[in-house]
């Protein structure tokens, strides 16, 4: 008996170090879950905090320190630049990136399903150029392409952001709408095969609506590549009425160099619309990547 | 009475006609600038008033940014979208005239009547013209030999107000010590109890300004010959004189701020630092007036008395002073691809004339070209009605005075790409972590290595197209024999002759795609990359030059590819560490693991521009976020000593990330972990596809939390390991858009930020150097295609697949 209550009191204790250590790890895991949750958001805290300091805080205050009164005519003034128009930057990156972003959904999920679903001579080493091409550096094709749009008269519009999409849609998003295709049964459209169907016809009508999710992510994917793509609009865009967020901001910062406080209202605004786009659409995001293992 | 309605009715069926006829012959004529935001508002209102006498235009104004205003305008020239009328300065048009992109002004002024050109101050004119033709019609000039000064503090110093009599020779007189600029500078100079300066004499508007005319006063040119430049001359004793004493006057002497102080640490312009009294005199052009104008408008608080007077001269040795300015000034040019020559001379003439100059003079933007206007009162010159806020400055005759002494130098065609060698590094110079001395003898080899190669190059042969082409037909041939190679002697049944047809279908898309807008570009790049080619003039044949320039010549190539090489190395070594230790503690069953997924991934999606400008002010020396972790809130914690010691070789120096050429880089790899959620989601996900029952059956046998994550976590995450590598490396090879923001393109500090991505950019946009930035493309695919078959060959060791396991 005495043997019992020695070894249960023994396990008693056992028991309440390992609760007490599983405590300590749990409170060790959310401080660093939350330093980390700091470290991602001070940043942000600090563009928000300095867009609306007057130009004398952002000199003299710390940058964590609140401003006395609230700066909103920083925004005003950003705004309502006649040199920066912003809501015309705003209306060129929705333009540029929702168009892209339909040829993208449109040509890769059907190029994805001629390698997913058909033979023809040539499919196989075809796919490995296109594989090949994922490590292909864009810049080194933008030279010879600029001169490809002069030729075409495309420099300074937007086509060149634009309609290339059309056409392919890019290695990546076909490779990965490929993969989903895959895992998709082969028994419904090889009996619609049989019935007398055609490839469009179950294209069109059978895996169209079963990629849902797939393209879903693809689509915001690329929406937000496109939005924050900085380096196609330097090259192409020229017209100030013609640029996008990204590099309108980045022009208005070379007008007003070591204006912090507008810079970072600029900042904002260009930030807010992608953010609520993410956070409308992170089910997706998730789901994609849970979907296809990889990014 | 039917007559007089029927004619009624004509009359208005004619007007109506006119009317239509008037309303198509609406022109728009573009017109470039690189005014900021207050010139601008004179641009429009000039452009306001040629519409109204010219009913049938309209003019669009279109700003750029100056340090890539000449790059854009040479490449949309390229690409047949350049502006009509441009605003043009000395340092890139030879290169525009000799390609013939600008269209000779002669010929028009000598058919307008009234015009005469001879009222033009002569030395812009004589600078502008080559070949005997006057290419930019000046709308201003602008010697950069101005003193802004504080009267307030001269007053509170018990000094006299400088009248421009004044020389900076190294003698103090005491007799004349009032006359001796760096006496004066000396007086202004304080610091805190501390020991930090907190007040100074003198800064330039840009630091180079300062050594820029020091070189010209003490003779020491660029070139020996600015026309037909042979040799460069940057390496001489008084050029390198010329160049140390300004790096010394800030950093050593204490008469001016340093880069450190002004732009580091209070981040602010030395025109700022003017208008917040902590410098007497700042140098610049006059068309920094109405900035000052605005930012000190009397009665406000900020508002101190100012004026300007002549900078000073220097007294060599023979005691005679030597008077010379670095001069800016513009005009407009008319681009040779206007659709209207005529409308758009009368545009320049409009903006360059009595009406455009004396709006921007009104304005205080710019001392008209014209004499006569530069002379009059009221208009450029302060008068009895001028407004108050307009009567700064008051010495306004200055300006006129400065004009003998401008010595223009106008960039040659050959200027642009000796130029950026010339300049190469300056910046450390002025942070003084090199000397003169070394720093032009080594960009004087580079300079004149440049020089001599582009005289070379006058006699380049042609670039044959013809065997290009065929070349690149034997290309595709090459790719489309190795895609059917293993098709060859196969027969098709008729159903897989028809499968083949919806296949292609199919494809159709890409295949166009990428033959259009993928493989022809590329083999277009392999050819280009040994041509030498400006995209206006027609290609030449370069041979291997291109490449051999790549290994041999270029000063910035290793560089580059090494900074890129270690920012690669390490963000996605330390991104791929730091999100799967992420996803690992989130994969702890923690409440709310969405919530905290989305927090990581926000600032993986936000705007890569803005995030840079964010991240400056992180890296702030005095009000940044790191340093404030590292300094402590008194700035005196001893880790942020012991870093300022180890870095900038001195204690009281707060790091300046950014700006200091060994922690640049490392900054900017620190700045990309900020992305790092963006790949715990990947690692996420691949956590959360292992099976529960292997860590089940690893935990019966006995393993505890180590050995569990040795044996069944690491080994199933190896493909999102491997997956992460290989789209990581390709992606940091990438890198562009940070530096290009941080740096301004320039890839400063002494290309300790030039990303191999932004070299290309430069080499093709900045440079118009077609020809070897698709040498330099070609470089970079091969390294990257390399590298990711090597790691794809080594991943086949070390990356476990489940189904190779059963």
Not at chain 2, 14 to 23: N, P, R, S
Not at chain 2, 293 to 319: H, I, N, Q, T
Not at chain 2, 531 to 558: C, L, Q, T
Not at chain 2, 681 to 695: D, E, S, T
Request: with cysteine; net charge positive.
């Amino acid at each position: 008996m005495a043997i019992v209550d020695h070894t249960a009191t023994e396990w008693k204790s056992a028991a309440k170090r390992a609760e007490r250590i599983a405590i300590v790890l749990r409170v060790l895991l959310w401080v660093m879950l939350l330093a980390g949750v700091v470290a991602s958001l001070a940043p942000f805290y600090l563009m928000i905090v300095m867009s609306l300091k007057t130009p004398g805080e952002v000199a003299s205050t710390g940058p964590w320190e609140l401003p006395r009164v609230l700066q909103w005519s920083n925004y005003e003034k950003i705004l309502t630049n006649e040199n920066a128009p912003f809501f015309m930057f705003l209306r060129n990156s929705i333009i540029i990136a929702s168009v892209s972003t339909v040829g993208v959904l449109l040509s890769s999920s059907m190029v994805a399903y001629g390698f997913a679903r058909l033979k023809f001579p040539g499919r196989d080493r075809l796919f490995i150029l296109l594989l090949s091409t994922m490590m292909l550096p864009s810049i080194v094709t933008m030279v010879p392409q600029y001169v490809l749009w002069k030729y075409l008269g495309w420099v300074d519009t937007f086509y060149p952001l634009t309609i290339p999409a059309f056409f392919g849609g890019g290695a990546y998003n076909i490779f990965l709408l490929r993969q989903f295709l895959m895992g998709i049964p082969r028994d419904i459209d090889e009996a619609a095969l049989l019935d007398g169907a055609s490839h469009s016809q179950i294209f069109w009508n059978f895996m169209m609506p079963n990629m849902g999710p797939a393209l879903a992510t693809v689509g915001i994917f690329c929406f937000i590549y496109n939005w924050k793509d900085f380096q196609g609009p330097l090259i192409i865009l020229n017209s100030p009425e013609k640029q996008t967020l990204e590099l309108g901001l980045q022009t208005y910062r070379a007008m007003n160099q070591n204006q912090w406080e507008l810079l970072m209202a600029g900042s904002v605004i260009v930030m807010i619309p992608i953010i609520f786009l993410f956070l409308a659409g992170q089910r997706y995001f998730v789901k994609g990547i849970v979907m296809t293992g990889i990014k | 009475m039917k007559k007089l309605l029927l004619r009624t009715l004509l009359c208005i069926l004619a007007a109506f006609v006119a009317a239509l006829g008037m309303a198509q012959e609406d022109v728009t004529i573009r017109l470039s600038v690189w005014d900021g935001d207050k010139a601008l508002e004179t641009i429009r209102k000039i452009a306001h008033l040629f519409e109204q006498d010219n009913p049938h235009v309209k003019v669009k104004i279109e700003n750029y940014d100056y340090t890539l205003y000449h790059q854009k305008m040479i490449i949309t020239y390229a690409a047949g979208v350049a502006p009509d009328v441009v605003m043009m300065d000395g340092s890139h048009y030879q290169f525009l005239a000799t390609r013939g992109a600008l269209l000779p002004l002669n010929k028009f002024f000598e058919k307008s009547p009234g015009f005469d050109i001879n009222e033009y101050y002569k030395p812009i004119v004589d600078s502008y013209t080559f070949h005997d033709q006057l290419y930019i019609l000046p709308r201003d000039i602008a010697p950069i030999g101005l003193i802004y000064y504080n009267k307030k503090m001269f007053k509170n110093a018990g000094l006299p107000y400088p009248d421009g009599s004044w020389t900076w020779d190294f003698k103090i007189r005491p007799e004349l010590k009032e006359k001796d600029f760096l006496w004066v500078c000396q007086q202004f100079t304080k610091q805190d109890k501390d020991g930090k300066y907190v007040q100074w004499g003198y800064a330039p508007g840009w630091p180079q300004m300062q050594a820029d005319t020091y070189a010209l006063q003490l003779g020491a040119p660029n070139y020996d010959n600015y026309a037909e430049p042979t040799k460069v001359l940057i390496d001489q004793p008084n050029h390198i004189k010329a160049f140390q004493f300004a790096a010394d006057f800030a950093n050593k002497l204490h008469l001016g701020p340093s880069n450190q102080e002004s732009a580091g640490s209070l981040m602010l312009t030395t025109q700022q630092m003017f208008v917040q009294q902590k410098i007497a005199m700042y140098q610049n052009g006059i068309w920094e007036v109405p900035n000052m104008r605005k930012m000190l408008k009397p009665g406000s608080p900020e508002w101190f008395d100012w004026d300007v007077c002549l900078a000073p001269a220097y007294v060599g040795a023979d005691g005679k002073p030597v008077r010379r300015y670095t001069t800016g000034g513009s005009g407009y040019a008319i681009m040779s691809s206007t659709k209207h020559p005529d409308l758009a001379w009368q545009l320049t003439k409009y903006f360059s004339g009595p009406v455009g100059m004396g709006e921007m003079a009104k304005a205080g933007i710019a001392q008209p070209a014209i004499r006569k206007l530069a002379l009059t009162e009221g208009l450029w010159l302060p008068g009895k009605n001028t407004p108050l806020e307009e009567q700064y400055p008051h010495n306004r005759i200055a300006t006129d005075q400065a004009v003998p002494y401008v010595v223009f130098d106008p960039t040659t065609q050959f200027g642009i790409s000796v130029g950026d060698r010339i300049n190469k590094g300056l910046e450390v110079l002025w942070n003084g972590q090199t000397t003169a001395d070394k720093l032009l003898r080594e960009n004087q080899t580079l300079a004149q290595n440049r020089l001599n190669d582009l005289r070379k190059q006058e006699n380049l042969s042609p670039f044959n197209w013809t065997y290009a082409g065929l070349v690149a037909l034997g290309i595709v041939a090459g790719i489309l024999f190795w895609i059917y190679r293993p098709e060859f002697g196969r027969k098709l049944t008729q159903l897989e002759r028809h499968d083949a047809k919806s296949g292609y279908k199919f494809l159709m898309p890409w295949l166009i795609g990428t033959a259009v807008f993928t493989l022809g570009p590329m083999i277009l790049a392999l050819l280009m990359s040994f041509a030498d080619w400006d995209i206006i003039a027609p290609a030449k044949w370069r041979g291997v030059e291109n490449f051999r320039e790549i290994g041999v010549v270029d000063p910035s190539f290793w560089k580059s590819l090494s900074i890129t090489a270690i920012y690669t190395v390490f963000s996605v070594g330390f991104g791929i560490v730091g999100s799967m230790a992420l996803a690992l503690l989130l994969n702890q069953k923690v409440r709310g693991v969405s919530l905290y997924r989305t927090l990581y991934y926000i600032p993986s999606i936000t705007s890569a521009v803005a995030g840079s400008l964010i991240w400056m002010r992180v890296f702030n020396p005095d009000k940044g976020l790191l340093n404030l972790v590292l300094y402590g809130p008194n700035g005196k914690w001893p880790i942020g000593a012991a870093l300022s010691q180890w870095i900038m070789g001195d204690v009281h120096k707060p790091v300046d990330w950014l700006q200091t050429e060994s922690t640049a880089m490392p900054a900017l790899i620190l700045m990309s972990l900020w992305g790092v959620g963006g790949g715990t989601v990947i690692f996420l996900a691949g956590l959360q596809g292992i099976p529960q029952h292997y860590y089940e059956a690893a935990t019966l046998d006995g393993a505890g939390i180590w050995a569990r994550f040795k044996a069944v976590t690491l080994p199933l995450l190896t493909p999102t390991i491997f997956f992460s590598t290989i789209t990581g490396l390709i992606g940091a090879f990438q890198a562009f858009t940070q530096a290009f923001v941080i740096s301004n393109g320039t890839g400063a500090p002494n290309d300790a930020t030039r990303f191999y991505v932004l070299h290309i950019f430069s080499a093709a946009f900045q440079s118009a150097r077609m020809g070897y930035a698709c040498a330099l493309g070609w470089v970079l695919f091969v390294i990257v295609m390399v590298i990711t078959l090597v790691q794809v060959k080594l991943g086949n060791r070390w990356v476990y697949y489940e189904a190779e396991a059963k």
